[in-house]
């Protein structure tokens, strides 16, 4: 089974930085994309950055120029680096790879996963 974990949220006051981490563990063959999205208060969960198997990226717009998406494929690690954090970003972030794992039976599968999320909040 594979498993996704968030780390490095927390309080932060406007115009500051965090570093959100998340690590993949489990049966894994490959993982394809990884992003990252965020909800917050009564939205949507939108996308925010992704990142393939061979470092294209994309981001929001919202977000460009202040947010750099990044991954070590050895590791199974995505690093999402935030600065110039606005109060608008105050959101649950979650983490999602696109990957491939095996059942108990041996079958090979393709699945997407999240994480459990991390709590971004950003004091005016």
């Known amino acids: 089974q594979v498993q996704l974990v968030e780390s490095g949220g927390g309080l932060v006051q406007a115009g500051g930085s965090l570093r959100l981490s998340c690590v993949a563990s489990?049966?894994?063959?490959?993982?394809?994309?990884m992003g990252w999205y965020r909800q917050a208060p009564g939205k949507q969960r939108e996308l925010v950055a992704a990142?393939?198997?061979?470092?294209?990226?994309n981001y929001a717009d919202s977000v460009k120029g202040r947010f750099t998406i990044s991954r070590d494929n050895g590791k199974n690690t995505v690093l999402l680096q935030m600065n110039s954090l606005k109060p608008e970003d105050t959101a649950v972030y979650y983490c999602?790879?696109?990957?491939?794992?095996?059942?108990?039976?041996?079958?090979?599968?393709?699945?997407?996963?999240w994480g459990q999320g991390t709590q971004v909040t950003v004091s005016s």
């Open positions: 999602n790879g696109d990957v491939k794992t095996r059942t108990r039976g041996g079958v090979i599968y393709a699945t997407v996963i």
């Open positions: 489990g049966t894994i063959f490959s993982i394809n994309t």
């Open positions: 990142i393939t198997s061979d470092s294209s990226t």
